[in-house]
C-alpha cells in the first residue's frame, strides 16, 4: 500500500453511492483510509472531534469528498464551516454530487469547494472520475497545512 495516501472523508448519504466510491478507490488503491460519514451533522462532529468522534486522531483528512444533499445539515453548510474554519480552510473538498443545479455549482465555488463533480450513471465513468480525483488530491496534491500523513 502506497504510504503517500492521506484519510479520505466521504460524506454521502446513498449507500449505492458510498459503495460505488469505495470500490473506485480501493480498485486504484486511492486511500489508505476512508471515513464515510452518512449526513452532514456527523460529517461536522468528526471533523471537529467531538460526539461519535471525540477520540479519533485530530489530524485533518487530506480530502473531503461531499455530496450536497445530506440530511441534517446540508452539504452547502458543511463546505461553508470546513472553509470558514482557520484549521480547515486548507483541506480540498470535491463536491460529489449528482445535482446539476447551477446554482448548487456558483454556490460551492463561492464557498471555496476546490473541484465540483456531477456524478455520472455509467459505472466505468464514476470510477475514472473518483480515480481521476483519488489521484489528484490523495497522490499528487501536498497535504493542507495541519495534517499528517502516516
Not at 123 to 138: C, D, Q, S
Request: aromatic share 6%; hydrophobic share 40%.
Amino acid at each position: 500500500m502506497n504510504d503517500r495516501l492521506g484519510r479520505i472523508l466521504l460524506v454521502e448519504d446513498d449507500p449505492k453511492d458510498v459503495e460505488l466510491t469505495l470500490t473506485a478507490l480501493e480498485e486504484y488503491n486511492l486511500a489508505n483510509e476512508v471515513v464515510v460519514t452518512g449526513n452532514g451533522a456527523d460529517a461536522l462532529d468528526y471533523l471537529y472531534c467531538r460526539g461519535n468522534f471525540e477520540t479519533r486522531s485530530s489530524d485533518n483528512p487530506a480530502v473531503i469528498l461531499l455530496d450536497l444533499k445530506l440530511p441534517k445539515v446540508d452539504g452547502l453548510e458543511v463546505l461553508k464551516q470546513i472553509k470558514s474554519d482557520e484549521n480547515m480552510k486548507m483541506i480540498p473538498v470535491v463536491v460529489l454530487t449528482s445535482s446539476r443545479e447551477e446554482k448548487d455549482m456558483v454556490a460551492s465555488y463561492k464557498l471555496g469547494v476546490n473541484a465540483y463533480v456531477v456524478k455520472p450513471v455509467d459505472f466505468h465513468e464514476f470510477v475514472n472520475a473518483i480515480r481521476e480525483l483519488g489521484v489528484f488530491w490523495a497522490i499528487i496534491n501536498a497535504p493542507p497545512p495541519g495534517s499528517t500523513r502516516k
